[in-house]
């Protein structure tokens, strides 16, 4: 069998990939029933690696299988979100304490790259581009979290980051408006870049705590 040209992640990645971004962008809605067929026909692939990234969404937790009728679109109340944002908040904690123990030069190139990313997202702010910046708000937090340079972290936030991101799109679980979260991440970026961890703590939970 000769290869098919596709980059080197396995099929079913790939699918996983662009069923992820369908499912957060609310293409797939809540409640709507993955047909295992026609995305096999839709993606112009066998069966098989269809029902793989399937179950790799069922496991990130995205899409739920119901026994003997398929495979859903998880529907996220307000109580998920409330535990997703209380587990991020967990999460990006534990990767603020390893950022601040790191080296004045590297925690300043970790500040700078998060710069570039919130003056993206304030562009997308101010041209009301809400879609644009929950994705560039997603990236924020997910580039900090990756600079602990812990791939088990990274690896547990991302699951956690996608849900958030759902949620948010989707209207579950208040967040506060997205005129506040250019000062809070830029309040991050500083204290960041100052490695100052008790700032970090409490400027992520005053980010991610929905009044
Ligand atoms: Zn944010």
């Known amino acids: 069998m000769t290869s098919t040209g596709l980059q ?28 295992e067929a026609r995305l096999a026909g839709d993606f112009q692939v066998s069966r098989g690696p269809v029902r793989e990234a399937l179950q790799r969404l069922v496991q990130e937790g995205l899409l739920e299988s119901r026994r003997n009728r398929g495979v859903f679109v998880r529907e996220l109340t307000d109580d ?27 925690r300043a190139r970790i500040a700078t790259a998060l710069s570039s990313i919130a003056a993206e997202l304030n562009a997308a702010i101010r041209a009301n581009q809400e879609a644009r910046t929950l994705r560039l708000d997603h990236e924020f937090h997910s580039r900090f979290v990756d600079s602990a340079g812990n791939s088990r972290l990274s690896r547990a936030y991302a699951t956690i980051a996608t849900e958030s991101l759902i949620c948010s ?20 970026v500083q204290l960041t870049e100052r490695g100052d961890i008790e700032g970090i703590h409490a400027a992520v939970h005053r980010h991610l705590t929905r009044a």
């Open 80 to 106: 998920d979100a409330a535990e997703i944002f209380a587990a991020r908040e967990v999460l990006e904690c534990a990767a603020a304490a390893v950022i601040a123990a790191k080296p004045a030069g590297e």
């Open 169 to 188: 799109s989707h209207g579950v679980g208040a967040h506060p408006p997205l005129g506040d979260f250019s000062t809070h991440h830029e309040a991050l």
């Open 8 to 35: 080197s992640q396995p099929t079913s990645a790939i699918i996983a990939e662009h069923l992820r971004e369908r499912v957060v962008d609310g293409t797939y809605a809540p409640g709507a029933q993955m047909n």
